[in-house]
């Protein structure tokens, strides 16, 4: 186990918190119970304060004595790679704090895809075993879908071999895209980005009295739900972006000049918001390059603004250019949603309080009871319901032509970018988690 911080005196009494065994020097402790935290796939804003919210919650507990956080998602417990994040907590208890306002994953992250336990089940034999060795009664894995393929793979082995390890899963991704909840932590976050920079760029613009097209690629390889946040730009005296399109629905070129067209003889500028993974009648990718595949299967894409761009000045000869949010509206802490904060760290809790009532093969989920006031509940959902499954931004919400998302959608979009938050300043710059040790490990 990596010792990335030595042991300090408890806070309270250090019967309750006896070492952790050491299987170096041979140690043998009394049975305890632990439980595990790890975080997989893309990083947000908001994924280290449900990391936050998983420690909290065992620090409450009447069942755990400890939370380790494994490295670099599932591989950390593959290599043994593990911290005791209850140890550094008791020696820093302001970074439980810092935690809710640091980006990207304070653990690491991996894009390690399972086997098939029926192909191969070393890994799963492994990892049971670790658990068994860390006296691991529960175990939280945050992420997006694939980290929700981990998770249910993970149950239906336990489920197999009759472990009472509960495996819950705790949601996390910019796109929004998971089944079951209303919304995933990390969304809320990145739409208030884009929203700002879009309007941030209607400022910029507006400026020039030419004709001139300004081109947004967000992210949204499936799902539009980021690209759809453009529309929070809108405000009294701003209507970009004039023209919003979607992964959801079928995109035309030729439909697109027409739009655009339209619009410039309306106005002198046109800002138009563009999902990275619109397609056109026949399925094909609307990008500059040719796409490659990662290990789960999935296309990397870039491009489609820039491809538009070089039609837009072909066709209608007008000033253009394309603008790439790219990983900048993953993981802006600067700009975050107090919202998504909050529930963030809520959903963390809320993980550790089901795994001790028993409840395991699932996801925490978010119940949304009403828009105006908001106000939500949580709860979980069986995880076979949630892995390898994508939510689409209803066709309802998406304007007829295709080119707009209708108010019910913006409705659905303006509680989670509500709120600010508390950062701390330090020589002009945020002051984040040191996560130095994600650098230096190999």
Same mark, same amino acid.
């Given at each position: ?49 449900? /990391? ?54 304070? /653990? ?108 947004? #690629? ?57 999902? #990275? ?12 390059? #040719? ?64 795994? #001790? ?58 509680? /989670? ?20 040790? /994600?650098?230096?490990?190999?």
């Amino acid at each position: 186990m990596i010792d990335l911080h030595a042991k300090a005196c408890r806070s309270f009494s250090s019967a309750a918190r006896p070492a952790i065994f050491n299987k170096s020097e041979g140690v043998s402790v009394m049975a305890l119970k632990n439980c595990m935290v790890a975080q997989s796939g893309g990083p947000t804003a908001a994924i280290n304060a449900s /990391l936050s919210g998983v420690i909290r919650g065992v620090y409450a507990s009447s069942v755990y004595d400890t939370v380790y956080g494994s490295l670099n998602g599932i591989t950390g417990i593959l290599n043994n790679e593990l911290i005791n994040l209850t140890d550094l907590i008791d020696q820093h208890p302001e970074n439980l704090t810092r935690l809710v306002t640091t980006p990207a994953m304070y /653990l690491g992250s991996c894009r390690y895809k399972l086997p098939d336990y029926m192909d191969d089940d070393s890994p799963y034999v492994f990892i049971f075993n670790q658990f068994e060795t860390y006296h691991i009664e529960a175990f939280f894995y945050i992420g997006g879908n694939d980290s929700m393929d981990t998770v249910a793979k993970l149950s239906s082995y336990g489920e197999k071999i009759g472990s009472r390890v509960r495996i819950i899963g705790i949601p996390k991704t910019i796109d929004n895209d998971l089944c079951e909840t209303d919304h995933t932590p990390g969304f809320g976050s990145a739409a208030k980005y884009i929203a700002t920079s879009l309007l941030e760029i209607a400022h910029d613009t507006f400026i020039y009295a030419v004709k001139s097209v300004t081109i947004v #690629e967000i992210m949204g390889r499936d799902a539009g739900w980021l690209t759809a946040a453009a529309a929070l730009a809108r405000n009294e005296y701003n209507t970009a972006p004039h023209l919003i399109y979607l992964p959801e629905v079928p995109f035309d070129t030729d439909d697109f000049l027409l739009d655009v067209k339209r619009l410039l003889f309306e106005r002198n500028n046109v800002i138009i918001a563009v999902s #990275e993974g619109i397609r056109n009648a026949s399925g094909e990718y609307i990008s500059a390059s #040719e796409s490659t595949i990662d290990s789960f299967g999935h296309s990397q894409l870039s491009g489609a603004g820039k491809t538009l761009e070089f039609i837009v000045k072909e066709k209608l000869g007008v000033k253009v250019r394309s603008v790439e949010l790219n990983v900048l509206q993953r993981c802006a802490s600067h700009l975050t949603s107090k919202t998504d904060l909050d529930e963030s760290v809520a959903l963390g809790e809320k993980a550790v309080s089901l795994s #001790e009532e028993g409840v395991t093969a699932s996801m925490v989920t978010i119940h949304r009871i009403s828009n105006a006031p908001y106000q939500v509940s949580y709860g979980y959902a069986q995880i076979s319901h949630i892995a390898n499954e994508a939510k689409s931004v209803p066709t309802e919400w998406i304007a007829p032509a295709g080119n707009d998302v209708t108010q019910p959608l913006i409705d659905y979009l303006r509680p /989670l970018i509500q709120g600010e938050t508390n950062v701390v300043y330090e020589n002009g710059l945020p002051v984040y988690m040191d996560v130095s040790h /994600l650098s230096k490990h190999p």
